[in-house]
């Protein structure tokens, strides 16, 4: 019969065990960060946000900006006008997209949001 000789086990775990007793501290150092702190203090002049651009997408592709029907090559002007009235205050756009709606349309219409430096989108179902 012969018997597992487990010294070089015992060897090989006690060499690592030191190897990482040795490298864990170095890799728990601590690391400073300056987090900004609560203010208690209200803003001075709180700004109302603007009224939401509401925007639906029906079965049939066709877009409604907040209820009256528009083209989709129109789009980026209404937005960016929008954005340009307060670029640090912005309304929200709201999209209200059919299910039977055609993604294409939907992609379209987020691509002259992105273009238009909107930067509140938001959808919605209703």
Do not use: H
């Amino acid at each position: 019969m012969a018997d597992i000789n487990i010294i070089p086990l015992c060897d090989v775990m006690l060499v690592l065990l030191i190897i990482f007793m040795v490298t864990a501290p170095k890799a728990s150092y601590p690391i400073d960060i300056d987090l900004p702190q609560r203010s208690t203090t209200p803003p001075e002049n709180p700004v109302e946000p603007p009224e939401p651009i509401r925007l639906r997408i029906d079965g049939s592709g066709q877009i409604f900006w907040n209820d009256s029907p528009t083209p989709v090559s129109a789009l980026r002007n209404m937005m960016e006008s929008e954005v340009q009235r307060d670029p640090t205050n912005q309304p929200t756009l709201e999209i209200d997209t059919n299910g039977d709606a055609d993604y294409g349309v939907l992609a379209k219409v987020l691509a002259e949001a992105k273009n238009a430096q909107m930067q509140k989108i938001g959808f919605v179902r209703q």
